[in-house]
């Protein structure tokens, strides 16, 4: 079974620099990989350090030791040491991301930001139109909004054109971050059936869910991020 991420010995520590250089460790030695084919869910308290981890996997937290090592096209990259543009391509082909909060463009149409993320891999626009509007009307965004921009949108709305940006792709391995806090029990059971598509696809998944139902319908172990808390070792 191939192992498209591997994570090792990371640690990862904020510095507050306006409060006089105060560290805050967060975790340490975190290692753990992940399968094609399944999807792990990090498990914890809150404030443990699920979602720094998620951030430091997709490379917006700089991490303070270890690797995260990526496999990028035949070849394994270690995206704590990548270069910015290596981690841009990595992000266009390998690895995504479903942040809990859409990020939204003035006057980008809802479509047009679900299509984004295929034409930038060289999709025709009018592939990735239709792939956009199959995944809207899967998770039943109803079709006036389609060409509005999201910034105006309800939560739930917001969510599922971020969830649709998400899925459009067919990444090796696919982060999300509380996918489906803001839906109702109809499109969570979307939601889920999308993930469960994709372990058959063989995609990597690793993702927070705070909703018992959905993890335990979506999650093939449970990686428990307390066992990396910096905090028990430093207090
Ligand atoms: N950018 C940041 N700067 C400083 N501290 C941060 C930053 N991001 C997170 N933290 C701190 O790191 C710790 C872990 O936060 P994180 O959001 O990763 O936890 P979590 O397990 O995802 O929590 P929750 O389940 O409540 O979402 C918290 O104590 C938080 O205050």
Same mark, same amino acid.
């Given at each position: ?6 994570v090792?010995?990371?640690? *990862? ?5 306006? /409060? ?24 914890g308290?809150? @404030? ?10 997709? @490379? ?12 990028h096209?035949? /070849? ?26 859409l990020?939204?463009?003035p ?10 993320p295929?034409?930038?891999?060289g999709?025709?626009?009018?592939t ?10 899967k ?9 509005l ?10 969510? /599922? ?10 990444h090796?391995?696919?982060?999300l ?22 372990? *058959? ?10 909703d ?24």
């Amino acid at each position: 079974m191939p192992t498209p991420l591997v994570v090792s010995e990371v640690r *990862k520590s904020f510095t507050m620099h306006l /409060r006089g250089g105060l560290v805050l460790p967060v975790v340490d030695n975190v290692s753990f990989s992940l399968k094609a084919g399944e999807c792990a869910v990090l498990g914890g308290p809150s @404030g443990v350090g699920k979602s720094s981890i998620l951030k430091m996997l997709y @490379g917006n937290y700089a991490i303070d030791a270890g690797q995260i090592l990526i496999e990028h096209q035949g /070849r394994l990259i270690d995206l704590a040491s990548a270069s910015p543009r290596e981690v841009i391509e990595i992000r266009r082909t390998t690895l995504g991301y479903v942040s809990q909060f859409l990020r939204t463009l003035p006057r980008v149409a809802a479509i047009d930001v679900v299509a984004e993320p295929l034409i930038a891999r060289g999709e025709a626009a009018a592939t990735a139109h239709d792939k956009a509007a199959e995944l809207l009307g899967k998770l039943n965004l109803p079709e006036a909004l389609w060409r509005l921009p999201p910034a105006t949108f309800s939560g739930g709305e917001q969510q /599922r054109v971020n969830i649709a940006r998400g899925f459009i792709t067919d990444h090796k391995i696919l982060l999300l971050d509380e996918p489906t806090a803001s839906l109702d029990a109809a499109n969570r059971a979307v939601v889920v059936d999308m993930i469960a598509q994709r372990k *058959k696809a063989g995609t990597a998944l690793l993702g927070i869910f705070h909703d018992d139902d959905v993890r335990a319908r979506v999650a093939d172990r449970i990686i428990d991020v307390s066992a990396f808390s910096a905090r028990k070792t430093a207090a």
